[in-house]
């Protein structure tokens, strides 16, 4: 369960992440975005595609509650974060098109999460509250709004906020470590195998699916990196904070189990992702591809 002041806490630093993530953003982006509609297919297809059939498979193969199903669907359809935007550059990925595929994913989030969330939520004969999940995204775009103003009006303001928020976003998920798994720590201790091989899942088989689809596309080693890496890393903030503003208190600790326990693992996992890829860095995969694509 998340107590008053850390609900409020937590909507406050979500706030400050999508603020950093606008402030990340220029019109030229957007521009860039749309001159190229081949990066925007594979940005869409990996977040909305990719990652919601996975999470759909998940449970409904694995045997878990009503609860944990909507918790690893929620999950399953964040856009991509920050988080991705780091791990790509410290993989030698192609930040560029890290970005692009973050911009691409939350933007047309507002229209795509609530409608793959009630398709999947319908085929499962599950119950989620569509208008409520619509208006919290709406609300968390305010703050995408106001970083990309203060990016335009000031570069060094926008390049603070930019910096804030990805280190906000690195810090969200060392919170959840000591306040929501302490205080549900026995609840944690009763969790079936499943739902920890859904939130492991989710960002395990998402990232080697998107390095195999990138794969598959012949794209450049680099792209290749940035692509599993968008693919597979999800907004965790973004999913704790629709559980919390939209979800009665009593569901809370189940639902959240899956996005809490995701936000921990993808850590660790892109830790081990991003080490592997340099490790494979050769001289020919050195050069950044002329294109985002």
């Keep these: 369960m998340v107590d008053e002041f850390t609900q409020t806490l937590l909507g406050i630093m979500v706030a400050i992440i999508m603020l950093g993530m606008g402030a990340s953003l220029t019109p030229r982006d957007f521009y860039l975005a749309l001159k190229r509609p081949y990066g925007l297919a594979i ?3 990996s977040q909305y595609g990719i990652m919601p059939l996975l999470g759909f498979l998940l449970a409904t193969f694995l045997v878990v509650p009503e609860t944990i199903a909507i918790g690893i669907l929620i999950m399953a359809c964040m856009p991509g974060g920050t988080t991705s935007n780091i791990f790509t550059y410290f993989s030698k990925g192609n930040l560029a098109l890290s970005v692009l ?8 989030g507002l229209i795509l999460i609530p409608v793959i969330l009630l398709l999947y939520a319908a085929a499962l004969d599950l ?3 569509r208008e409520d999940i619509i208006a919290v995204l709406i609300v968390l775009l305010v703050p995408v709004a106001i970083g990309m103003t203060l990016r335009k009006l000031n570069a060094n303001v926008g390049a603070v906020l930019e910096f804030g928020g990805a280190l906000l976003g690195v810090f969200f998920i060392f919170f959840i470590a000591v306040t929501w798994v302490p205080q549900n720590w026995q609840f944690l201790l009763n969790t079936t195998p499943a739902t920890y091989a859904a939130a492991i899942g989710l960002g395990l088989v998402g990232i080697t699916i998107g390095y195999l689809f990138a794969k598959l596309l012949r794209l450049h080693p680099r792209n290749a990196r ?8 999800q907004n965790g903030p973004l999913a704790i904070a629709i559980v919390v503003f939209t979800f009665p208190a009593e569901q809370q600790q189940a639902i959240m189990a899956v996005p809490a326990l995701y936000s921990l693992f993808i850590v ?3 830790t081990g992702v991003t080490l592997f890829f340099r490790r494979a860095n050769t001289a020919a995969e050195q050069k950044m591809p002329d294109s985002l694509l």
């Design 268 to 270: 660790l996992i892109s």
């Design 127 to 129: 119950e989620i509250p």
């Design 226 to 233: 940035t692509v599993a890496l968008e693919t597979g890393i």
């Design 43 to 45: 940005g869409v297809i």
């Design 101 to 108: 595929m973050t911009v691409t994913s939350t933007v047309t």
